[in-house]
């Protein structure tokens, strides 16, 4: 994309970013070196604490300045370092609803969310704001403080306080932390809604994966300040080209393994995990001898206490229990089956089969439950 004083040659809405930031935080540095394009629509930015998450929203507002590269949306150019351009925030359009969303406690809704629209008349104010509060279900506490409503009443008047000014990009870091699930998704529903006349692009905060499926159309997954992989919730989170993108996605067991053989006429190979037992997966490309990871969810292992027979399962691997977890609602065993594996259950299965440490157990896999990854 071409930039030509001040605005580029691109019509496509579709923000732009490749930027790079160098932050020293107590005596800690960070280096974000970012490159991605984020059309219309709800994108996921994933991944743990400190991958670059905040920095990356914080540049795209203007509260912070990138040390070189580009961010660019439609027609706009936000920040160019070759040319010098460095839009102010108030020039950018950008909504920004922050985690704790910072409602103004003296204000009521209605004045909150006019908050954005000082230069307006009155009349137009109460006009724009009147129909956020309308379609976020808030107009009837339109008098009331921020401390007399509930917790998903003042996520919808912080989302209403920046949509209000009709922004090109919004910016959502974990507005929804606290919620419900059925609360976010109500609220969520509401905001599609509003971005099905709009067409912004949308860039939403999260650690949790359950996320990421729930409410993204795509996903970008951020590490160390670099996005690690993109692509639809579907691409990325369920089959994991990159071990540190696996263990994010929850897959509880990452080994290393060495390709045995491959049975190229069955689509399928034999890989030799390290210290342990060979299993069936998936064929790709590659020849014998070389070297992956294989990931396998904790949730996609059946374990039984009876060498079973007649299943369509190719990987049956005995095993001794090592330890048995009670997580909430989920157990967790652990199994030595040369290497250790992580496999969860509910607690009747726990009880039914009366596991316990010592316990002679197998494991049962399908080959389609085994990824692979590049080491």
Not at 293 to 300: C, E, P, Q, S, T
Request: charged fraction near 25%; proline fraction near 5%; aromatic fraction near 4%.
């Amino acid at each position: 994309m071409e930039v030509r004083g001040g605005e580029t040659t691109g019509r496509d809405g579709v923000l732009h970013v490749d930027i790079s930031k160098r932050r020293v935080q107590a005596e800690r540095s960070f280096d974000l070196h970012l490159a991605c394009q984020v059309p219309a629509g709800i994108t996921i930015l994933f991944g743990p604490s400190g991958a670059g998450k905040t920095t990356l929203l914080d540049c795209l507002a203007g509260l912070e300045t990138p040390d070189a590269g580009r961010i660019v949306l439609g027609e706009s150019v936000f920040f160019e370092a070759g040319h010098g351009i460095n839009l102010p925030v108030q020039d950018r359009r950008v909504g920004y609803v922050f985690q704790d969303l910072a409602l103004f406690p003296h204000l009521s809704v209605e004045k909150n969310v006019e908050y954005g629209l000082a230069k307006q008349e009155g009349a137009e104010r109460r006009e724009r704001s009147g129909v956020l509060l309308e379609a976020f279900g808030i107009a009837h506490l339109r008098q009331r403080r921020p401390r007399e409503i509930s917790g998903g009443e003042r996520q919808r008047v912080a989302l209403a306080r920046a949509l209000v000014t009709n922004p090109c990009l919004l910016l959502l870091d974990e507005p929804l932390a606290a919620l419900d699930a059925a609360t976010k998704s109500k609220i969520v529903e509401d905001l599609r809604r509003w971005n099905q006349t709009h067409g912004v692009p949308i860039l939403y905060v999260t650690h949790g994966r359950e996320e990421v499926f729930a409410l993204g159309e795509r996903v970008l997954v951020l590490d160390g300040g670099r996005v690690l992989a993109q692509g639809t919730p579907h691409e990325v989170m369920t089959a994991p080209r990159i071990e540190t993108v696996a263990q994010l996605a929850g897959f509880e067991n990452v080994f290393e393994a060495r390709v045995a053989a491959i049975h190229a006429d069955r689509g399928t190979m034999t890989c030799q995990l390290a210290g342990g037992p060979e299993i069936e997966t998936p064929v790709v490309r590659g020849e014998k001898g070389a070297a992956l990871r294989v990931g396998i969810r904790a949730g996609d292992i059946l374990l039984a206490t009876e060498l079973p027979r007649g299943l369509s399962a190719r990987n049956l691997l005995p095993g001794k229990m090592l330890a048995v977890t009670q997580r909430d609602v989920i157990v967790e065993a652990k199994v030595d089956c040369g290497v250790p594996f992580v496999v969860h259950l509910t607690l009747a299965a726990r009880d039914s089969l009366q596991l316990q440490p010592g316990r002679e157990v197998w494991l049962v896999i399908k080959t389609h439950s085994c990824h692979l990854m590049a080491r």
